[in-house]
């Protein structure tokens, strides 16, 4: 039987997300990319025990350029930075209206600087100018407002604190690698990935991916 999906090699993988078999290699591909691989199978379980090393460099890459971020942060900081970060994959936006790093980098500055007056009892909404870093800036901080409901007042300072993470590692992405104004944008995409994020807006129904939903393993203080 011919893969469905590239309808050129042998399906002999049994593909628990589609329910049907595929090949191997759109099974090593697509996995996590086109496919959204339930945690179960056991392709997705080997391939997370024993990565390529292409795979592993990446990592290693990615680690090093967040490192100092985190490094700097209280482990209540890290895993709303982390959280940050598939926000940033979920509101990238596509085709005309997608992101860039530059976007991102507007959007994070803007909601710092509302998140700090906030923490000093001020209600002062900074927006950017550009309209994917404005639709990125109101999905995250709708995100972060539900999160914050009920937290402590220490919250909005939590959340400026790691939003300027945020930029800073923007800024140093973009100078490591200025002919990419998306080089952020596909860390934070790898990032989401591997954390189990909700993935691109619009990919899940209304809901999932919520902050403490089932499902994901980062966990929100």
């Known amino acids: 039987m011919r893969c469905p999906l590239c309808s050129a090699r042998q399906a ?35 391939s997370r025990s024993h990565p390529p090393a292409a795979v592993r460099r990446q990592q290693d890459q990615d680690l090093a350029v967040l490192g100092p971020a985190l490094g700097g942060l209280s482990e209540a900081r890290q895993q709303l ?86 930029e800073d590692r923007v800024r140093e992405v973009q100078r490591a690698a200025p002919a990419d104004p998306r080089a952020f944008l596909e860390l934070a995409g790898r990032m989401a990935r591997r954390l189990g994020g909700p993935g691109p807006e619009g990919a899940q129904a209304e809901g999932e991916g919520a902050p403490g939903g089932g499902g994901s393993p980062i966990i929100i203080p």
Request: hydrophobic share 40%.
């Open 81 to 166: 930075f982390l959280f940050a970060l598939t926000l940033v994959d979920r509101f990238r936006g596509d085709g005309l209206e997608a992101a860039s790093d530059a976007d991102v980098a507007a959007a994070a500055a803007s909601l710092a600087g509302t998140f700090d007056t906030a923490s000093k009892g001020l209600i002062y909404e900074q927006w950017p100018d550009s309209i994917p870093a404005r639709r990125m800036a109101e999905g995250i901080k709708g995100m972060f407002d539900q999160l914050g409901r009920g937290r402590p007042s220490g919250f909005s300072a939590d959340a400026a604190a790691v939003l300027r993470q945020v």
């Open 12 to 46: 002999r993988r049994f593909c628990p997300a589609l329910g049907r078999e595929i090949c191997p290699v759109c099974c090593g591909t697509k996995r996590e990319v086109e496919i959204r691989c339930p945690d179960a199978c056991p392709y997705l379980a080997s």
